[in-house]
């Protein structure tokens, strides 16, 4: 009997799904999942390309490629870079929150130092402003946290000061591939459990 290769089940619903079918729809995914890690997290940024800016004279796409510019020119590591990046990726989700958002969706791909530090950031922004109606010094709470330093570092020199319309932008193609390996090494492991 000559079998055609499916495109997709015939099945609508689990519960009438044979174990063909199954097969067939967990290794279209596992092989989907794969070759595109890190895909939707460089849509979501990229959907912020022609935002307007909230007054800063950069919007958050652009200030999102000057600071991972920033990192990539002073020869901080690649997975550094990628959370350099995605920092603020879901500051339109909700702008006082965002930082643990955006930790949320990047633990899974991000050493405990850069997640850390990505997932607290706003607080430690803070330090930079020279006028808030919060606490300034509100990150003290956490002085002596083993991530401390590298999340005051980053915020100096990659988020406080990165909203300079003149700095250097590369474009996030440059970056992609970067955001691929790093979400991509994790992709691999996770598809093995995919059941
Ligand atoms: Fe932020
Ligand atoms: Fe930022």
Redesign the pocket.
């Known amino acids: 009997m000559r079998t055609v290769a499916m495109k997709t089940v015939a099945a609508t619903s689990f519960t009438e799904t044979t174990a063909e079918e199954w097969a067939f729809a967990v290794e279209n995914g596992r092989r989907k999942y794969i070759a595109d890690a890190g895909v939707a997290a460089l849509k979501l940024l990229e959907s912020q390309k022609d935002e307007p800016s909230t007054g800063w004279q950069v919007n958050n796409y652009q200030?999102s490629l000057s600071?991972a510019t920033k990192a990539l020119r002073n020869g901080e590591d690649e997975e550094y870079i990628v959370a350099v990046l995605l920092?603020?990726l879901a500051q339109d989700l909700d702008p006082m929150r965002h930082d643990r958002i955006a930790g949320t969706l990047l633990k899974p791909f991000l050493e405990p130092a850069n997640h850390w530090m990505v997932a607290n950031h706003q607080v430690f922004q803070l330090s930079f402003r020279t006028h808030s109606k919060f606490d300034t010094k509100a990150c003290e709470k956490f002085r002596g946290h083993p991530f401390f330093e590298h999340t005051m570092r980053f915020c100096d020199l990659y988020?406080q000061s990165c909203f300079d319309p003149t700095a250097e932008r590369l474009p996030l193609a440059e970056f992609e591939p970067m955001v691929r390996r790093a979400f991509g090494r994790v992709m691999q492991d996770r598809m093995g459990m995919y059941p």
């Open positions: 200030h600071a920092h603020d988020d």
